[in-house]
Each structure stands twice: as C-alpha cells, then as structure tokens.
C-alpha cells in the first residue's frame, strides 16, 4: 500500500477521532421538537433551507443544524428506511481499495459517490469516499469541504447520547450508521445482539481503548418502516 495513501486514511481516521473527543454534551434527540422547529418556514432551520445549505456544502452549519437535518430527514416524505448503498458504489469501493488509491480512480470514484448521494444525502460511506477522493488527488479545500460534512453527521450521532447504557444509546436513522461510527473509532464488530424492538448492541473486539461496545437506538427507521411498509 502506497505511503501517499496511508496518510490519507490515517489523516481521515485522526480527524473522526477528534470529532469524539468534542462531543461532549449528549441530548436524545426530541422528534416533536425537530418537526416543529423543521417546519416552520420562517425559521433558519426550515428543512428546505437547511438543505439546501447542507447539499451546497455549506461549512458553517452548527451541529444543532445537523441534529435538525440528520434526524429530521428521518421525518421527510422521501425518507426510505434500511435503504443500503447503491451496487455502484459499493462496486467502486472495493476497487479504489484493492487499487490502493489509485489516483486514475479517484474522478471515478467521486463520480459514483456523489451520484450515491443524490440518493440518499447522509450516506456516509460515500461521503467520506469523495473526501478521500479528492484528498489522493491533492484537491485539499475539496477534502477540507467534505471532511467537516463528515464530521457535521457524526457528531450529531454521538450528540445523541454515549452508548454505554440502552437508556443513553446513540440514535441513528439508518442501522449502517451504527458500523460507520465504529469503524471511524477504529474499532471492529465482534458480534451484535437485539436489546429490545428500538436498541442493539454491538460488541467490539479487544482494543487499545478498553471498549467492549456501544448501544444504538435504530427506532427512527423502524418506526417509519412500519408505518409505510406494515
């Protein structure tokens, strides 16, 4: 594996490192509030415009702005739960990988991860796949731009609580973010188990850190699954 792509994934994994370091202050996430506070139009948080903001790539967004749009997405008439990450993308991850990031690849791969997140906005995966696109082509403004939109969705996750205890699990609105904020700490999934029909855990293997796992609450997508789908 080249030293040039070493380094861009070091440097994206220390930057995810940092953003739980600063995620300090936890707080459920109030579904009735985020509705009301969402759909007021003359509000800054009006869905729309936050958006609108968020696929501009607008980098002055507050992490209270991203616990409105991450979990405020899950309220949208779109919103498509357990939705998975479109074969492309999943095709194109697995060769910029094996390729060890293969410049020639990069344009592609920021090509199939943009149109991914035309799909759906908070796929993650993808999100951090244009960062380390652009970041192995030296574009480092671009990199700089989706490494903070990175950070913007996880620490909204991890501002929703500390998973040490179902009663303070971290919430997502898409199961596969659960394996997203573990890999990004660095840590791999021994084994999951149901809790209850809202929370999992997920146990880890032997780390540095001493964890033994963390509890997720999915009941977003689970909820919105049954209405539409049961």
Not at 118 to 125: A, K, L, Q, V, W
Not at 204 to 214: C, D, I, L, Q
Request: with cysteine.
């Amino acid at each position: 594996m080249s030293n040039r792509f070493l380094k861009i994934f070091f440097l994206l994994f220390v930057s995810c490192i940092s953003t739980v370091a600063f995620a300090q202050e936890t707080e459920d996430p109030d579904y009735q509030q985020i509705r009301q506070a969402i759909s007021n139009h003359r509000s800054v948080n009006y869905y729309p415009t936050l958006m609108r903001r968020y696929i501009e790539n607008d980098t002055t967004l507050s992490l209270e702005q991203y616990r409105y749009l991450y979990y405020g997405y899950s309220l949208q008439e779109d919103f498509v739960p357990y939705k998975g990450h479109l074969p492309k993308l999943v095709e194109a991850r697995r060769k910029f990988t094996e390729s060890r990031g293969d410049s020639n690849l990069a344009h592609e791969m920021i090509k199939v991860a943009q149109a991914s997140l035309d799909d759906n906005p908070f796929d993650i995966p993808a999100i951090n796949i244009v960062a380390a696109s652009y970041l192995q082509i030296g574009d480092t403004v671009q990199y700089r731009v989706w490494d903070i939109k990175q950070k913007g969705l996880l620490d909204a996750i991890l501002s929703s609580g500390d998973g040490a205890e179902p009663s303070s699990a971290f919430h997502v609105i898409d199961i596969e973010h659960e394996y997203e904020v573990l890999n990004r700490l660095g840590l791999q999934i021994e084994a999951d188990s149901l809790v209850n029909d809202n929370v999992e855990y997920l146990k880890v293997r032997e780390n540095a850190e001493g964890e033994k796992g963390f509890y997720f609450n999915f009941g977003a997508c689970r909820n919105i699954y049954r209405k539409k789908y049961e």
